[in-house]
């Protein structure tokens, strides 16, 4: 081997060590909210992205669980004083809280899911998603496939996170009637006057059963529930009740993989990639480029997506896909909009 290629391998074996170094003391620090780490949405996909980063980027990775809205703050101060290098929140309850422990730690990187600031804090990188895209294609699918012409949707909490879901839904319905002269009706949320049903919980599962149970006596044989764990009851009735009577949309995360279970319930999710969102803030940590503003997943970036129809795959007309596939290409090049 020659001097030259000599000093070139040296070069970049050097910097090779240097990153395993740094990555070695680079720790990524997680709190969820009380949904818990295994909720089967958010704050597990968020996690995802911590653990992809531990395993690719050979970072450490810890989480604390909130239990209740009080132990916010303490979670996060913890994480604080654990010599945390990022410190990740999980979830619109947690903006507050995060935005008093970054003001008053300025020297602290902090991201959060589901949230952003204006004005920005600069030491604060914001996740947020354009779930309406996602969910507009949901409701076109749902409106294209009910058999009762009477679809249901419903949220855990009145926030901007869970309506941006619904809101999408009900257009993506109602582009559906207006392609097709159709008159498929969405129960549950109306994007006008901002009102709807809600749970006012992310937790319970016999809320996500009796709203669906309740959404499904009115005629809807499609539910969107946009409550987290909750959603999970209102698979299980599904199954109880059977596909033929009620199917339901996921969100978050794939629930057909998340909730296997309950699998074949699931006509397709509307899915958050908060593990890639999260993993590309880690790597932007890690690798010194980080900074406070806003990160925003989209249908073009691949950050909000509709899962595969799995089990559905050939119950879904093959000219219903194709509508969905250029439905998908006009809102990417903004011949679509999903806000009016």
């Not at 992205?49 to 395993?55: N, P, S």
């Not at 994480?79 to 809280?97: H, K, M, P, Y």
């Not at 549950?188 to 309740?214: C, H, I, K, Y």
């Not at 925003?296 to 879904?316: R, Y």
Request: include cysteine.
């Amino acid at each position: 081997m020659n001097n030259g290629l000599k000093l070139a391998v040296g070069s970049v074996v050097a910097a090779f060590c240097a990153t395993a170094v740094m990555a070695a003391d680079f720790t990524a620090c997680q709190v969820t909210d009380t949904g818990g780490i295994d909720d089967n949405s958010f704050n597990q996909t968020a996690w995802k992205g911590v653990q992809d980063a531990e395993a690719e980027l050979g970072v450490g990775a810890r989480f604390l669980e909130s239990q209740a809205e009080t132990d916010y703050e303490a979670n996060i101060n913890s994480l604080i004083a654990g010599d945390c290098d990022i410190i990740i929140t999980v979830g619109f309850l947690l903006g507050d809280a995060t935005e008093t422990a970054a003001k008053a730690n300025p020297e602290q990187k902090f991201s959060i899911v589901d949230y952003a600031y204006d004005p920005s804090i600069p030491n604060v990188l914001g996740q947020v998603y354009a779930t309406d895209e996602a969910a507009f294609l949901a409701g076109y699918l749902a409106a294209g496939m009910t058999e009762t012409g009477i679809l249901g949707t419903f949220g855990g909490i009145n926030i901007p996170p869970v309506t941006i879901f619904m809101d999408g839904f009900h257009r993506g319905a109602a582009y559906y009637n207006q392609q097709n002269g159709a008159d498929v009706t969405v129960l549950g949320w109306n994007p006008d006057t901002r009102e709807g049903l809600f749970t006012n919980n992310f937790d319970s599962l016999d809320d996500g059963r009796a709203f669906a149970q309740n959404l499904y006596d009115e005629g809807a044989d499609i539910v969107l529930p946009v409550a987290g764990p909750v959603g999970i009851g209102s698979a299980a009735l599904a199954d109880e009740l059977g596909v033929d009577a009620l199917k339901i949309i996921g969100v978050d995360a794939d629930l057909y993989e998340t909730d296997p279970e309950k699998g074949h319930v699931y006509l397709t999710s509307v899915t958050k990639r908060m593990d890639s969102t999260v993993y590309d803030v880690i790597e932007r940590a890690l690798n010194g480029k980080f900074e406070g503003g806003v990160l925003v997943g989209t249908l073009e970036s691949g950050g909000v997506d509709l899962a595969p129809f799995h089990d559905f795959e050939d119950a879904v007309p093959d000219e219903l896909k194709q509508q969905l596939e250029a439905i998908r290409a006009g809102i990417i090049d903004g011949s679509i909009s999903v806000a009016e």
